[in-house]
């Protein structure tokens, strides 16, 4: 099992991965989360559903898929912890790739068992929703991780995680936020659908759940997390390199195309494509970040690679003195 291998094959699993994610959304968009009923793992009673409708075609294709994500990460954690040396870090994001994927499996076995799906409003569903999208995010960055730390030669020394997150800090706490307040948005555009735009503004003069209350607040948390983003991009400055400058670009493009889609999907009446769409464009504004902050941990430039205090130190020692001047009592002739 060689290190040229696993790249390509981590690559694999990182996508194949992000678009088995994507189907998530797509099955709850389409309120296909009930199309196996209450069994797991089998369907209605099937290990294969004979002709299903469209609901159950979505939901068995789901698990299906979610099954080969599982063995492919079973497999990709195999092959790290053999093909690269103790304390690698794509050892470490391999590890929590299998790690968040067997609580994945896990999540949507109790969704499907205690009947949280389609437009299920219990409590333990809106509750359960901020949990589930943490788990979704970390697995995906962990898969994100795992492809990109295989770049690297395996010797590549690691800044600390702390010195590497603090400039996406915010990003990444907010962006977590928004995925929160997004499942929430999404359960309620499932639950409490409305025809005309002033039906939808209606709904919070006298809102009749408490989605409704917490719908509200996603809009104004994605306007700060926007801001927050296009921020870290600016003070990515030249002091970084062309990857780690490109990276936070591309997170401050997402962010700000979100400005567009979020509204649109909002005056175009929650229509399934513009949702998964801004699904995606979150997803990818997720996998920027933690891209950015891989980079960061795993760079060798001078920049980075000194400790915060000697980096200062060595750019002053190599900065060109100017010469001192002297008072102008001292130039007088005594």
């Known amino acids: 099992m060689s290190e040229s291998r696993f790249r390509p094959f981590a690559w694999g699993v990182f996508i194949y991965g992000f678009l088995v994610i994507q189907w998530g959304y797509f099955l709850r968009i389409s309120e296909s989360g009930d199309g196996c009923g209450t069994d797991w793992p089998?369907?209605?009673?099937?290990?294969?559903?004979?002709?299903?409708?469209?609901?159950?075609?979505?939901?068995?294709?789901?698990?299906?898929?979610?099954?080969?994500?599982?063995?492919?990460?079973?497999?990709?954690?195999?092959?790290?912890?053999?093909?690269?040396?103790?304390?690698?870090?794509?050892?470490?994001?391999?590890?929590?790739?299998?790690?968040?994927?067997?609580?994945?499996?896990?999540?949507?076995?109790?969704?499907?068992?205690?009947?949280?799906?389609?437009?299920?409003?219990?409590?333990?569903?809106i509750l359960i929703r901020p949990i589930h999208v943490t788990n979704t995010f970390l697995l995906l960055g962990a898969l994100a991780a795992t492809a990109w730390w295989a770049r690297r030669p395996p010797g590549t020394p690691l800044r600390p995680l702390r010195e590497a997150l603090r400039p996406a800090a915010l990003p990444i706490l907010g962006v977590l936020a928004l995925g929160w307040t997004g499942s929430w948005t999404g359960l309620a555009a499932t639950a409490f659908p409305h025809e005309t735009l002033a039906e939808g503004m209606g709904q919070y003069v006298d809102p009749e759940h408490i989605l409704i209350w917490l719908r509200m607040s996603h809009p104004v948390l994605a306007l700060a997390v926007i801001w927050f983003v296009v921020r870290m991009a600016r003070r990515t400055g030249p002091g970084e390199d062309s990857v780690r400058q490109g990276l936070a670009r591309a997170a401050a493009v997402l962010a700000l195309v979100q400005l567009v889609v979020g509204p649109a999907t909002i005056l175009l009446l929650n229509p399934i494509w513009t949702r998964l769409g801004h699904l995606v464009l979150g997803d990818l504004l997720w996998v920027a970040l933690v891209w950015l902050v891989a980079e960061r941990m795993g760079s060798t430039g001078r920049n980075l690679a000194a400790p915060v205090g000697e980096e200062e130190a060595a750019h002053a020692r190599t900065r060109p003195h100017k010469p001192l001047r002297t008072p102008p009592s001292e130039a007088l002739p005594s």
Request: a positive charge.
């Open 42 to 125: 089998l369907c209605h009673g099937a290990v294969v559903p004979d002709a299903p409708p469209f609901a159950t075609f979505v939901e068995f294709t789901h698990r299906l898929t979610s099954g080969i994500v599982l063995l492919l990460v079973i497999l990709m954690a195999i092959w790290a912890f053999r093909a690269f040396p103790r304390g690698a870090p794509v050892r470490k994001a391999a590890g929590a790739a299998l790690l968040f994927t067997i609580t994945e499996s896990l999540f949507g076995a109790v969704l499907v068992v205690l009947g949280w799906v389609a437009g299920d409003v219990s409590t333990g569903r």
